[in-house]
């Protein structure tokens, strides 16, 4: 009789065991359930809110970015590349310039000198190599688009009339036709330094910042110059 009490006792402790079991495995499911659909919840309203506003700015950057350089860049959300690069065209000019510029030729045989005085007007365009990185990054609520452009270059530097000013043959150092297609040569060559160290590039800087917030405007959260790259190959010795 009494092993048979202690049995009863024993299967109740046990069901009662069980059923306490299962009770904490039901709420550990139901929290994670419930976690899941919140989760889920959030997810899919942050979807829908960059699909409310974020679609309509990665248009409007696509098609700023087609106007001002004729091209599409690198776009990127949340650090997910969206769309990839594409240009039809190697190189734009945003801004130009004309100039002009002159050169002193001489040359000494044999104590006999001749001379060339020329000048040139020069066009120099600055802009950008449309194969290098132009990134779009979009993030935030609501989203804004963070610019990056590569540094703009001298893209040419081109002779648009040239006139000999001055000359002078020596008794028998005559000037020639070579003499003065080497005079021109450094003519250009001169012309293209004075470019480079010109503020064209800075200009073109500022153009096209002032084109891509004219066309975005409070959708750029920041337009920024990467710098240029760094040549790493080493030097060659003579």
Known sequence: MKNSSNARLSLARSIGVCLVI?????????????CGRETGRLATG????????????????????VEVLQLTPQISVNNQIIVNQTSPIAELGVVSKEFGFKTHFADTWLH?????????????KAGFDLHESFRVTI???????RIFLPQPKILSCEMISDAIVDQSHGLWNILTAKDHQ???????????????????REEAKAEIERK????????????????APINLQPAKHE
């Open 22 to 34: 299962l009770t904490l495995f039901g709420g550990v499911v139901w929290c994670f359930r419930s």
């Open 46 to 65: 942050t979807i829908e809110e960059f699909k409310d506003a974020g679609i309509g700015i990665l248009q409007a950057t696509k098609a700023a970015f």
């Open 112 to 124: 006999s000198e001749k001379t060339m005085d020329l000048e040139a007007n020069f066009r120099v």
């Open 139 to 145: 993030e935030g609520q609501p989203p804004k688009a």
């Open 182 to 200: 080497a005079a021109l040569e450094n003519m250009r060559k001169g012309a293209q330094q004075q470019a480079e160290k010109s503020s064209l």
């Open 212 to 227: 891509l917030r004219a066309l975005l405007g409070d959708r750029v959260a920041g337009i920024a110059f990467e710098p």
